[in-house]
């Protein structure tokens, strides 16, 4: 960082990372207590959907209460299919708790959501439309883990599968960008099928990582979240923790 005073207006990175988003969560809540205050998000995954509920007016206490609720494990349910694992309720009122805006227009602070379209193998920034919620859902899908989401001629899954930290939608809002990386360092090799779709990612989304964070005003993002599972919800507390004790240590220097 190139001065000593942390800026007041911030432009925010969310990336993807299930549920290890509860860092970002932490991470915001000392953001809030030192009222800065946020003017644009660009994110992917669980960073889409915790910037589309900031967007809409929620503090990270709100949405952390969301995410943690028994309403939010109810999302989840095995799927008996061969094209993916694990099915969404998407007419849960979780959702609608936590995205009370239809319209990317009225939401009070400018998102952009990156999804990915399987049929042509490329990424897409949202940030116009009547369809928040279908694209934050879709970009929280990550195939094969969750069905992909039809959306006029495409097929979307999760934007992290080709840009996990779309940080370049950011470069042009005319603030200082604060990036959160769930994914900062590279991870224990592991053989297991979700281990494996892990590492998979993380080389794809680790290709372009030393440019991404050199755009960042300030990068956060610590190797111990690593420690914590991508696809679990038992670890949401300590996530949540870490992210709030990394962002104080972030004030404390300055």
């Not at 005073?5 to 970002?24: D, K, M, N």
């Not at 939401?107 to 928040?132: E, K, M, W």
């Not at 892990?198 to 080389?203: D, E, G, I, Q, W």
Request: with cysteine.
């Amino acid at each position: 960082m190139e001065n000593h005073t942390f800026p007041r207006e911030i432009s925010l990175c969310l990336s993807g990372g299930g549920a290890r988003g509860a860092y970002h969560l932490g991470a915001l809540s000392v953001l809030e207590e030192h009222n800065i205050t946020i003017k644009a998000i660009s994110g992917t995954s669980i960073g889409a959907l915790v910037g589309a509920a900031l967007a809409c007016g929620k503090t990270s206490t709100q949405i952390f209460e969301q995410i943690r609720s028994k309403a939010f494990r109810d999302i989840f349910s095995f799927a008996f299919s061969t094209t993916h694992l694990f099915t969404i309720d998407t007419e849960a009122t979780v959702f609608d708790a936590l995205i009370t805006q239809e319209h990317f227009e009225a939401l009070q602070i400018p998102l952009s959501i990156a999804v990915c379209d399987i049929n042509t193998q490329s990424v897409h920034y949202f940030n116009t439309g009547d369809r928040l919620k279908e694209l934050v859902l879709a970009s929280c899908s990550i195939a094969p883990i969750f069905k992909p989401v039809p959306y006029d001629e495409m097929l979307l899954v999760d934007g992290g599968i080709i840009d996990n930290f779309p940080v370049e939608q950011l470069q042009h809002s005319g603030y200082p960008i604060i990036g959160i990386n769930l994914f900062p360092s590279r991870p224990v090799a592991s053989y297991s099928i979700f281990g494996m779709l892990r590492n998979v990612l993380f080389t794809a989304w680790q290709a372009h990582n030393i440019q991404k964070k050199a755009l960042c005003h300030l990068y956060l993002g610590s190797p111990e979240l690593h420690t914590l599972k991508t696809f679990s919800l038992k670890d949401l507390d300590k996530a949540y923790a870490l992210g709030r004790k990394e962002m104080q240590m972030v004030f404390e220097g300055y």
